[in-house]
């Protein structure tokens, strides 16, 4: 090979390093340094933590990527971890990649599993252990999920523990108005009858009294054969179901066209894993999925 | 007969030359193929003598001329070119009958709607023609080595060509089916005033059928009659030197080239 | 559009009074295989004679590719599919025979690469692999009528050109050289039919998916070289072979409970073993 040519091949290898991402410097001594798994864990944590000083919240997941069943992490979020002090996971199975490589990326770190405390719902089927894990699109368990990452912050940063506790105050007393809300609404619903796409809504349903009738994918990834989608088209009219509910992570083809089937509306429900990552995320998009819930069942 | 007028042809290369790779494959090929003569082209393994093949079939790019020329207008006329390939190219596995080979090449609609009473007529007589007739209905996977060599022949000879290029036609055919072969190809080709060329190794059917030899190794070694082509010195300058050619005699003869090539 | 469909569910209705036919999408299922199967299997006739498997295959993979760039680009993930699959069709089928590698390495180069490029593009944008799981197995239950209109215009075009093409492709595939001393275009059609198999393969996916793909073209056709004996006959029974399998994979499928597509391909694949049994029990030669 000419000289012309391996020099170039050299320079060329050499400002590929250049493009390598930098490594996130070690938090200056003094700062918490927190992690949120995925986007619902982030926006709570971030109402929390409020303007506190000295007090950095990053997200691992990306805000598009929905639920973290069966990630699988990345270099970026290795860097990530090291780098943190604190870990805000909703738990009960929802983030399976917490094993052994995370210890071993950073041994200190400590990890919160902020739904501890929610009365689990088993189901039969679904990998987690048997539990549910998708406990936070209630919003009475999201003011549990938030009073647990209060009490976390303020046992690493006892400094803060004041302004911590205020902004949780804050916070969970506009999810109570929230909850509230969607309860009095709920209850003037006509048909509860609801067939959702998979197991994202169980603990939404059982606080404000919804029947799910049917599960578009039981097991979640698992499509539905022929015959589970007659099935389930028929129940939907047996039973009288009052939708179809699709979620914006998930293609929507196939739940218009068994809704479409059965003759019943599709309408689009967001359980807030993915999303805009703000503040008043949560309560915006609960409020719109009551909207949805209204417009459907309320005759 | 061939029922076609003009019968006196010319097949003209002049200065003809191929480039594959960055080599040079042929190289200034000038040569006549005269109509209603054998011409033989003999050759070392990679003289070029496929290739040579394919370049008046237009099928490689060359630098250089060919023309065909009709004894009245002179430089004129696409010729009818039939051409035999050398049968070990052909992939004898497809679900095809002797029938569906020749139809694929005559009919206007495809063989899967099936095949014109007009294709089975000009099949059969051009098989008969060959005779091979009896072979129409045979899937191409059950053919012999001399059969296969039938059917192209029949099926490049169909449309009545001006020149009929063969490359090896005998290669892996025993002693006696190219025996049969060769007087079979006297024959037709004395019924009708086709240019055949032919390429082959072996030169007992060069001496025995061939009027004119080009003898090709890249460029043109020596070229003219056969009795005046295949000496020992022309032979030594293609083969390696110590090449001589040896007949077991006329009747049943097979030739054999003996003798230590070199470079 | 949708008067024509329904128009064609109520002949359905009284034809095929089964069970398995009955809801809307099952109809729908059935006439996206009567359409994309026979189109498969007749493509696949020459496709097999040409030992281009693999090419089906790495234009498969390429798709998954195609809808990675339509999600990232904003254009419709299904019309970028088959644009991309038709770019790698035409760029393999230029590429091959001007280096000096062989078809099958050349075309390993441009599966791999296109398989690559889709990984990268999806873990850049997270989030995405959602969207692919219907094009890796198929989407048969959910396609929609305008898919089904599309099919049908496929199997028409793939009609209309095997109408005028075929007899040339075969005869290319029997001998190159020879089929183009006989006045076969056979660069043109070498490309027309890659680009013609690509528009089969990005349609078909969407019946049976990437990893299935393949065996749709291949498997009829190989069944029917078993034992066939003339150009007409392998063509046809490819042809049978691959409506039988289409209804009979969605009807078994419906009452097993088990992935459409992989049915349908093993009843394909069902009928290769008999087809190959019953050549092995007449003693041919292979």
Redesign the interface.
Known sequence: MNRAASGIIALFAVSLTALLPPIPARAGAGELRILASFLPMYIFTLNVVGDAPGVSVDLMLPPSMGCPHDYALTPGDMRKIAAADLFIANGYGMEEFLGAPVRKANPRIRIVETARGVPPIREAEGGHDGINPHTWVSPRNAIIQVRNIEAALASVSPRNAGAFRRNADAYAARLAVLAGEIESASARFGNRRIVVFHNVFDYLARDIGLNIVGKIEETPGQEPSAGEIDRLVRAIREKRAAAVFWEPQYPRRLAEMIAAEAGVPARVLDPLSTGRAATDAYEAVMRENLRTLTEVLGK | MNGQTAPFHTLEIRDLSVRA?GMEILAGISADIRCGEVTALIGPNGAGKTTLL?AI?G?VPFTGEIRFCRAEEHGKGTPR?G?V?QRM???R?????V???F???S?K???????SRKSRAEAKSALDRGGAGHLIDR??GRLSGGEMQRI?LALALRDNPDILLLDEPVSGVDVSGEELFCDFLDQIHRESSFSLLLVSHDLSVVTRHADRVICLNRSIVCQGATTEVLTPENLSAMYGSGARLFSHGEADGHGHLHGERRG | MDFLLSLVYSAMDRLLPLAFAEPTFMKRAILAVLFVAPAAAAVGVPLV?FRMAFFSDAIGHSAFTGVALGVILGIHPLLTMVAFGLFVAYAITMVKGRT?LSPDTVIGVFFSTAIALGIAIISARKGLTRNLQEYLYGDLLAISGAEVIWMAALFLGVAVY???A???I??L???E??A???GVRGRMLEISFSLVVALVVTTAIRAVGILLVTALLVVPAAA??NV?????????IAIAVSLASGIAGIAASYHLDTATGATIVLFASAFFALTAAFRLARGDVS
């Open positions: 790779g394919l079939l099928l070119i051409y390939p190219d052909l992939d596995n497809a679900p095809m009958t029938l569906d080979f139809a694929l090449s009919q609609y495809p063989v899967f709607l099936g095949r899937p191409l192209l | 004679q000096g095997l109408f005028f075929f007899n040339r075969l005869l595939g029997v001998h050289g020879f183009r001393s006989l029917a070289r066939a004996r003339g150009a007409a006959e392998a063509f046809w």
